[in-house]
């Protein structure tokens, strides 16, 4: 019942919106293009909202919706018959297309190669043995060295599959503590909470991020290296202070924890091409300034390599996570129709944005995006946000002083994955909650504690990053 | 290339040395190897995984002294390094119970009873390297004396 009370919901409203007299729309010049695409924009929206569809899906059905309605090869009712005033200018079907293999796709399939071929020589289950050594037994430091470890992984692999390894080094660990002890609750939230924070390191280490280099282009471009330069001091210091927060939240009464992952590094020849072809590839990364490969280009040296010595062959092919390309693509395409279309700088343009104090601008964007990204999928808010956020930026002269679009993109791209207050906010929130170790009111607690200073370091990052001329 | 290997454990000599007789049909593309024990076959696996090579299939008796055949195939089915492995319990002496927890907890592939027959041991291992082989990702085309045809078609016209 409630189901396809959302799937009514979801497909009412664009359909009004599509059938409505375009004078009803408060924008002058608006055209018949624009109005398809604010009607796709609300199914994008209320799709990934009320997820009536998987959300990935919904990305697709865009791409398909887009194709139809907005191009040059659209099906005949919707093209442009010569009698309408303000039809608007079509979007061209090859770049829409083109979003399921647009750079960052690129880049994320690079990886995700990445990803998988450590799993598969089993290179992080080892890292995880090696680096927990010298934290030694005393809870509260092994707590850490979870914690530094699991942001660390997920800033190269996926948050999803980091905690689920993660939480299975951990839960035999937990199985020991005696039944009232809250260090429990400290140990299986800090996973999560680890990896959502972890993943703002690096611009794959979520797709949000990867969703923000699409619009940090031209002069407002961030290389892989900047990035890490500002995203791992962040995650630095926010994984301490959630540290902390958890230690006196949930104090541990267990005096000693032993952590036993069992295994040895794999000398075999391709296990040894996987350690090195991995350390090449955030080598070039982090060096892109020397050699003149972007990130981009060098995400695609791993997926050959691994591909021609058949460390990934066609089964684990068949593995990887298409639908979180997918997501991101739909995301690419509906950023791709606003902007071509001229609708976000249309619809950003009708509201005087200028009158408004530039702090609040970024308060009011950024708060937006944490609690969007608090109730649904993290990517899925970029993918709303981002485009018409960055027709903001990039029209607001009184942003200029304080860092202009790139600060604006950067403050939401952070925000969005500051949302970690329900089990729904996150996949890793929503498996840490499936341990039943955690209640609800628990994870919400650190969630919003964690997310909203979160938001905080971000404005003083911001602040600071200004202060020193990045922008 | 890696190498695939057939482990075949039975307290007894000569029954380890019939199986890896009835099995030499394979030897050209693959290595059979005999442990008296679990101990001893947990100690191979080890090594055969750590070369980064694979452990196809584990045909092994039940009762032995030491660990029990269904017991190390237990541990071998919960081990995430041998996701793949192939799985036979040959034995003529399993009980009722030994045999629902090789079922239940031991995922076993093919149970066989004491005494064998050559051909229908030759047939299973064959039908189970083939699944090996494509669950794995590894390429068929270059183990055709491994690979059962019927087997291949059903995988392959479901799964490309």
């Known amino acids: ?43 994008a929206a209320l799709f990934w909202v009320l997820e009536p569809i998987p959300i990935y899906a919904t990305s697709v059905l865009i791409i398909v919706l887009e194709l139809i309605m907005l191009t040059e090869s659209s099906f005949i009712l919707f093209q442009d018959n010569g009698n309408t005033e303000h039809f608007g200018i079509y979007l061209s079907y090859k770049e829409i297309m083109g979003t399921f293999a647009s750079p960052i796709i690129m880049l994320f399939l690079g990886g995700f190669f990445l990803a998988m071929s450590a799993t598969k020589y089993r290179l992080d289950q080892n890292l995880a043995r090696v680096l927990l050594k010298p934290f030694g037994k005393n809870p509260k430091m092994v707590m850490l060295g979870l914690m530094s470890i699991t942001a660390i992984f997920s800033m190269f692999m996926s948050n999803t599959a980091t905690t689920a390894m993660m939480l299975s080094i951990l839960t035999p660990v937990l199985a020991v503590f005696t039944p009232n002890d809250k260090g429990k609750v400290a140990f299986a939230l800090a996973i999560p909470v680890a990896a959502n924070i972890g993943g703002i390191g690096t611009p ?54 032993n952590l036993d992952i069992k295994g040895k590094f794999l000398k075999s020849q391709k296990a040894i091409i996987v350690y090195i072809t991995f350390s090449i590839t955030i080598l070039l990364w982090l060096t892109d300034f020397i050699h003149g490969m972007n990130s981009y280009v060098v995400a695609l040296i791993p997926v050959a390599v691994f591909s021609a010595l058949s460390i990934i062959n066609k089964e684990d092919l068949k593995k990887l996570s298409w639908d979180v390309l997918w997501l991101v693509s739909g995301g690419i395409a509906l950023g791709i129709a606003l902007e071509k279309s001229g609708l976000a700088l249309t619809a950003v343009e009708s509201i005087p944005f200028e009158n408004f104090p530039p702090l609040l601008i970024v308060v009011a964007a950024s708060v937006l995006s944490l609690t969007m990204a608090n109730f649904m999928s993290n990517t899925a808010t970029a993918n709303l946000l981002l485009p018409i956020i960055a027709a903001l930026g990039t029209s607001l002269s009184s942003l200029d002083d304080i860092g202009g679009n790139k600060m604006l993109i950067l403050a939401v791209t952070f925000a969005a994955s500051m949302g970690m207050a329900l089990p729904i906010s996150t996949p890793p929130n929503a498996l840490a909650h499936a341990t039943g170790l955690i209640q609800t009111n628990q994870m919400t607690k650190v969630g919003l504690i964690v997310g909203l200073s979160g938001v905080l370091l971000t404005y003083l990052m911001l602040y600071i990053m200004n202060l020193i001329n990045f922008f | 290339m890696e190498k695939l290997y057939i482990i075949c454990v039975d307290d007894q000599r000569e029954v380890l040395s019939t199986i890896a007789k009835d099995l030499s049909v394979f030897e050209n593309d693959l290595t059979i190897e005999e442990c008296e024990s679990a101990a001893e076959a947990e100690e191979l696996i080890d090594e055969i995984d750590s070369e980064g090579n ?14 029990s055949g269904v017991e190390f195939l237990s541990d071998v089915n919960k081990d995430d390094r041998f996701p793949n492995t192939q799985k036979i319990l040959l034995t003529g002496l399993a009980t009722h119970q ?43 085309q270059k183990y055709p004396t491994l690979t059962d045809q019927e087997t291949l078609f059903e995988i392959l016209k479901k799964h490309g």
Do not use: C
């Open chain 1, 204 to 257: 794959i280490g979520t797709p949000p991020n990867a969703i923000a280099l699409k619009y940090l282009i031209g002069e407002d471009l961030i290389t892989f290296s900047q990035w890490m330069g500002f995203g791992i001091p962040f995650v630095i210091i926010l994984l301490l202070f959630a540290w902390v927060l958890l230690a006196v939240l949930f104090p541990i009464e267990t005096k000693e924890i």
């Open chain 2, 98 to 140: 030994d045999t629902i927890a090789a079922i239940n907890s031991a995922s076993i592939n093919q149970y066989l009873e004491k005494p064998w027959n050559k051909e229908e041991l030759i047939k299973s291992v064959k039908k189970l390297l083939t699944q090996f082989i494509l669950k794995t990702g590894l390429d068929y």
């Open chain 1, 1 to 43: 019942m409630r189901k396809s009370l959302n799937l009514l919901i979801s497909i009412g409203i664009p359909l009004l919106i599509l059938i409505l007299p375009q004078s009803v729309f408060p924008f002058e010049n608006f055209t018949i293009i624009e109005q398809r695409v604010v009607a796709i924009f609300f199914l």
């Open chain 2, 54 to 67: 694979f452990v196809a299939m584990i045909i092994s008796d039940h009762v032995m002294p030491g660990k």
